[in-house]
């Protein structure tokens, strides 16, 4: 039996941008509320991931919750992106100040959530031996929390140091020692960049399967003038992230790229690359750099030339140029390429010498073995439903989460909601919109508190463990439509014929499926509207 204190209105897990925010919003709806996370602070995504030379690659002004106005023109911010000790600061400081820490609990994990059908209640188990209970159980697990270790033999064996991007410790001392790295993906480059810069190692050799494009990220200090006028203009700036499709605060192109002359598309690829920002580069400059072969194949061309042009070393800089599509999570960097004119600084292609195994003193590859002090596994996540399929998820009838994902892929909703897991609503699940998250979260959010309201209103219930109250849940047809339309939008994009964690070709037999909807937050936010208008169509009645 669970103690009449350990019931909850609504239980939120995970304490991170998107739980603090839930979290705020339903405690207005007076409802009785609690987080839950793992770690043991506030920050999510920011808590674990302090690995050197973490930042948001989103602008500052728009990395950050828009609700809050006065907080919004107030607080501190000097560089164009934010590094993760001020993402970490940022969200520590919205909790004190909305007062929200008493309703948080740290170092609780969730290791089950089961729903009991009688009750109209969830039953949450914890790894600190709590059960809790709720009405609502929402899901602020993040887009990228469950750590991807490569399977590589003889791991266990490495006498060094061992760490992943994923799960940093609170310090760390590389001076003098050999660092490698395996992953070059968005952290394995700002990792490399940063510990490059430092300089303080003996020698740091970066173990590369697939090269990546990577641009210049425009870092750098803002002046007064710029945060005056973004002050001055915070409602016209929300407004166009909100009818933008990824949501980074500019204008998407609407410019094939191949119909203009080449001396123009080289311009506009400059002009990007000075200004700085990986999906300003993909999406400003020109309208079908993802969907169009020939055009892709013109970004892909002007960055090679860039890379050409950076790396003295020609050897280093064979390796360093890709050939496949620039269609994965854009990336851009604080100065990744110039590294490699380091002489401590060396690149091993796995292509080339793939890894055999993991040693006592490195990395053996076919070639030769790397002695290491240090190995950083920057490799991943299993990203988007892997948060969830870690954990015992049941919904009605016993049906884990798992199962109910093993054959099409993970579906649902809206990217918010599975038929037969009444009342579990999740921020950014399977199929949500790709864009810059933030504004993303804040939709979810407001959607699912508003849909929470509604319930409450029509569905009137007792306070304490003995509740019927709302059902919340879509149908199974809201939910194959869902999935379908996901996949029709993602059927001509390049994405979809890279292979990264955005279909989850980065995890060794996990469904090739498609993770996002990829029609843009504004018309994301139409068709939640269209959905709320209709009576929320899709949904059983509630
Ligand atoms: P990513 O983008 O999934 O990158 C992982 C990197 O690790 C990538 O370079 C992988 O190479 C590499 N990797 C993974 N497994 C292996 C093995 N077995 N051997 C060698 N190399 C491997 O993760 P990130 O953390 O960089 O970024 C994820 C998101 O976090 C990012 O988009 C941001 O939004 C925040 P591959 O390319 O698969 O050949």
């Known amino acids: 039996m669970v103690a009449a204190n350990n019931h909850y209105d609504a239980l939120v897990v995970g304490g991170g941008f998107g739980g603090i925010y839930m979290l705020k919003r339903l405690l207005d709806q007076k409802l009785r509320v609690k987080v839950i996370d793992a770690a043991g602070d506030v920050g999510g995504t920011w808590y674990w991931n302090r690995y050197p030379g973490a930042m948001s690659d989103t602008e500052s002004y728009i990395y950050r919750y828009s609700w809050d106005k006065e907080d919004l023109l107030s607080y501190e911010w000097k560089e164009h992106y934010i590094k993760q000790p001020q993402a970490l600061a940022y969200l520590g400081h919205v ?30 188990e914890t790894s600190t031996n709590e059960t809790f209970t709720c009405h609502y159980l929402v899901t602020a697990l993040g887009l990228l929390s469950k750590q991807n270790w490569p399977d590589i033999p003889g791991r266990e064996t490495f006498k060094g140091e061992m760490y992943h ?7 760390h001392d590389f001076k003098g020692k050999k660092v490698g790295i395996i992953g070059n993906g968005s952290t394995g480059v700002q990792v490399i960049t940063q510990i490059g810069k430092e300089n303080e190692v003996e020698r740091l050799v970066t173990f590369q399967r697939s090269p990546q494009y990577s641009v210049p990220s425009g870092d750098g200090p803002v002046s007064e003038d710029y945060r005056r006028k973004i002050n001055d203009n915070y409602d016209e700036i929300w407004d166009q992230v909100r009818n933008s499709a990824v949501a980074f605060g500019f204008e998407e192109s609407t410019v094939p790229c191949m119909s203009v002359s080449p001396e123009e598309r080289r311009k506009k690829f400059q002009e990007a690359w000075d200004l700085g920002n990986g999906f300003r580069f993909m999406f400003w400059t020109f309208s079908d750099l993802t969907v169009d072969e020939a055009a892709n194949e013109e970004a892909c061309e002007f960055i090679r030339s860039k890379i050409r042009e950076t790396v003295k070393d020609q050897e280093k800089a064979r390796k360093l140029q890709p050939s496949e599509f620039y269609a994965r999570r854009p990336l851009c960097d604080a100065g990744y390429y110039e590294q490699f004119n380091n002489q401590k600084v060396d690149i091993v292609s796995l292509k080339e010498e793939p890894i055999e195994a993991i040693t006592e003193k490195g990395i053996k590859t076919t070639k030769q073995e790397y002695e290491l002090d240090v190995l950083i596994f920057a490799t991943g996540f299993d990203a988007v439903d892997g948060n969830y399929t870690r954990l015992k998820i049941r919904g009605r009838d016993g049906e884990s989460l798992k199962d109910h994902w093993s054959e099409a892929g993970p579906e649902s909703y809206l990217g918010v909601c599975v038929n037969n897991f009444p009342n579990m609503m999740m921020i950014t699940g399977p199929n949500g919109p790709f864009t810059n998250i933030p504004p993303t979260l804040e939709t979810h959010v407001e959607f699912i508190s508003d849909t929470i309201a509604r319930a409450e209103k029509n569905n009137p219930r007792n306070d304490g463990t003995v509740v019927k109250g709302a059902v919340i849940e879509p149908t199974l047809d809201a939910e194959k439509g869902w999935t379908d339309l996901c996949n029709k939008l993602s059927e001509n994009s390049l994405f979809r014929k890279s292979p ?9 037999g996990k469904k090739y499926s498609s993770l996002f909807f990829f029609g843009g937050l504004k018309e994301y936010r139409r068709r939640l509207q269209e959905i709320i208008d209709g009576g929320y169509v899709g949904f059983k009645p509630f």
Do not use: C
């Open 95 to 124: 909790v004190d100040r909305h007062n929200l820490r008493p309703h948080m609990q740290f170092n609780t994990e969730l290791l089950s959530a089961q729903y009991n059908e009688e009750r109209n209640i969830w039953v949450i």
């Open 165 to 171: 991007t994923g799960k940093w410790p609170k310090s």
């Open 500 to 508: 990264s964690w955005i279909f989850g070709a980065n995890v060794p």
